[in-house]
């Protein structure tokens, strides 16, 4: 059943906020400390122990499916809440902040690339 | 009379409404990527350009901060885009990973990951304060911008920081994805990305899932895979380390 699925997601942001939330006040950030990581890790744990031992049906698979494609709808209602205009006043930043960040991930490709080929054979 | 019903029933029924919106302003985005850019630029990064922009127009037009979602009529865009169902729909993208296909892959890739998240947030944190912030909160809601448009908003808020500086981080996301599209085509050679293997560690180090999977399709649709599997992993590890280990540096650091 599609609500299983749904459950399931739900159960696992629950736990991984609640996590989130613990470990936030035992480091004293007083917030939470990657609560949505965590969750993201309990369901992957959680179904790939289950396609081992009782494998999920695929209308639950479709219940958390559905969430998973509505990533990019979500993103875009998150976008359009924005308070860009205050944004705006110092645009360049976010923009340099941007350009540099993919620039130095572009260069690190090959090097990390070279080092993986060079160590072992997992082609 | 008509008007007013029509008007009272979308205001009522607001997360609804933000459906039908938001589903129209994604079909409008993916018409223009594929008429106007040829699928060159994703039509998902145009749909968040595109809303961007109208929470420039909402937020100029009522004055608010919560850019369109000021509009009564459009309120439900801010239930829908507000953090209880952006946490939701992130979880939910990791049920597409699979950790035994990215242990076959190798120990580089998951160590792209990592390297990929910790490399962009030290750029975008330096960034930050070579433009005068010295706020941990605020460097480290736009380091965490500058690895993905999630991880910031995700760091931003655990943080509390502000609206605006999650913006700002929201800004340095799509700037990065957008790049990312356009210029995985154009680079793709001279970095050797056209093994399975280079596009495992590409999308580690990019980790922007829209933003590999446009530029891994303008570049070889084979490789797409490849690189949205590691990608789907950086934004989990990006909001596993980003408002924890790595904001705990800045703090000591500034």
Same mark, same amino acid.
């Given at each position: 059943?599609?609500?299983?699925?749904?459950? %399931? %997601?739900?159960?696992?942001?629950?736990?991984?906020?609640?996590?989130?939330?613990?470990?936030?006040?035992?480091?004293?950030?007083?917030?939470?400390?990657?609560?949505?990581?965590?969750?993201?890790?309990?369901?992957?744990?959680?179904?790939?122990?289950?396609?081992?031992?009782?494998? %999920?049906?695929?209308?639950?698979?479709?219940?958390?499916?559905?969430?998973?494609?509505?990533?990019?709808?979500?993103?875009?209602?998150?976008?359009?809440?924005?308070?860009?205009?205050?944004? %705006?006043?110092?645009?360049?930043?976010?923009?340099?902040?941007?350009?540099?960040?993919?620039?130095?991930?572009?260069?690190?490709?090959?090097?990390?690339?070279?080092?993986?080929?060079?160590?072992?054979?997992?082609? | 009379?008509?008007?007013?019903?029509?008007?009272?029933?979308?205001?009522?029924?607001?997360?609804?409404?933000?459906?039908?919106?938001?589903?129209?302003?994604?079909?409008?985005?993916?018409?223009?990527?594929?008429?106007?850019?040829?699928?060159?630029?994703?039509?998902?990064?145009?749909?968040?350009?595109?809303?961007?922009?109208?929470?420039?127009?909402?937020?100029?037009?009522?004055?608010?901060?919560?850019?369109?979602?000021?509009?009564?009529? !459009?309120?439900?865009? &801010?239930?829908?885009?507000?953090?209880?169902?952006?946490?939701?729909?992130?979880?939910?993208?990791?049920?597409?990973?699979?950790?035994?296909?990215?242990?076959?892959?190798?120990?580089?890739?998951?160590?792209?990951?990592?390297?990929?998240?910790?490399?962009?947030?030290?750029?975008?944190?330096?960034?930050?304060?070579?433009?005068?912030?010295?706020? =941990?909160?605020?460097?480290?809601?736009?380091?965490?911008?500058?690895?993905?448009?999630?991880?910031? =908003?995700?760091?931003?808020?655990?943080?509390?920081?502000?609206?605006?500086?999650?913006? !700002?981080?929201?800004?340095?996301?799509?700037?990065?994805?957008?790049?990312?599209?356009? &210029?995985?085509?154009?680079?793709? =050679?001279?970095?050797?990305?056209?093994?399975?293997?280079?596009?495992?560690?590409?999308?580690?180090?990019?980790?922007?899932?829209?933003?590999?999977?446009?530029?891994?399709?303008?570049?070889?649709?084979?490789?797409? =895979?490849?690189?949205?599997?590691?990608?789907?992993?950086?934004?989990?590890?990006?909001?596993?380390?980003?408002?924890?280990?790595?904001?705990?540096?800045?703090?000591?650091?500034?």
């Amino acid at each position: 059943m599609v609500i299983y699925g749904v459950a %399931l %997601l739900s159960f696992c942001m629950l736990a991984g906020v609640f996590v989130g939330d613990v470990l936030g006040e035992l480091i004293g950030v007083q917030a939470n400390v990657g609560g949505v990581g965590f969750a993201m890790l309990l369901l992957i744990v959680l179904s790939n122990l289950s396609s081992k031992r009782f494998k %999920l049906k695929p209308m639950t698979e479709s219940g958390i499916g559905f969430w998973s494609a509505m990533y990019i709808p979500i993103v875009v209602a998150m976008a359009a809440r924005q308070n860009v205009i205050a944004a %705006l006043s110092s645009g360049w930043m976010a923009i340099i902040a941007g350009v540099a960040a993919v620039a130095a991930s572009f260069a690190m490709i090959p090097v990390l690339d070279r080092i993986g080929k060079g160590g072992r054979s997992d082609s | 009379m008509i008007l007013d019903a029509f008007n009272a029933v979308l205001v009522q029924n607001g997360l609804i409404t933000a459906f039908v919106f938001v589903g129209a302003l994604v079909w409008v985005s993916y018409q223009l990527s594929a008429r106007l850019t040829r699928g060159h630029i994703h039509g998902s990064a145009i749909a968040i350009a595109l809303g961007l922009v109208l929470a420039w127009v909402g937020g100029s037009m009522t004055g608010g901060s919560q850019g369109l979602a000021d509009f009564s009529l !459009l309120a439900g865009v &801010g239930v829908m885009g507000g953090a209880m169902f952006r946490d939701f729909a992130i979880v939910a993208t990791a049920f597409g990973a699979d950790v035994g296909a990215l242990k076959k892959a190798g120990f580089v890739a998951a160590v792209s990951v990592i390297i990929g998240v910790v490399l962009s947030f030290v750029v975008g944190a330096v960034v930050a304060v070579s433009f005068g912030y010295t706020d =941990p909160v605020v460097v480290s809601t736009i380091g965490a911008g500058a690895a993905t448009y999630i991880v910031g =908003p995700v760091t931003g808020t655990a943080l509390g920081a502000s609206s605006d500086v999650i913006a !700002l981080s929201v800004a340095a996301g799509l700037t990065k994805s957008v790049l990312v599209m356009i &210029g995985t085509p154009l680079i793709a =050679p001279r970095i050797g990305l056209n093994t399975p293997h280079a596009a495992l560690i590409y999308g580690g180090l990019m980790g922007t899932t829209s933003g590999v999977a446009g530029g891994l399709a303008a570049t070889d649709p084979k490789l797409v =895979p490849y690189g949205a599997m590691t990608a789907t992993f950086y934004t989990g590890v990006g909001c596993l380390l980003a408002p924890s280990v790595l904001f705990l540096i800045v703090r000591a650091v500034l």
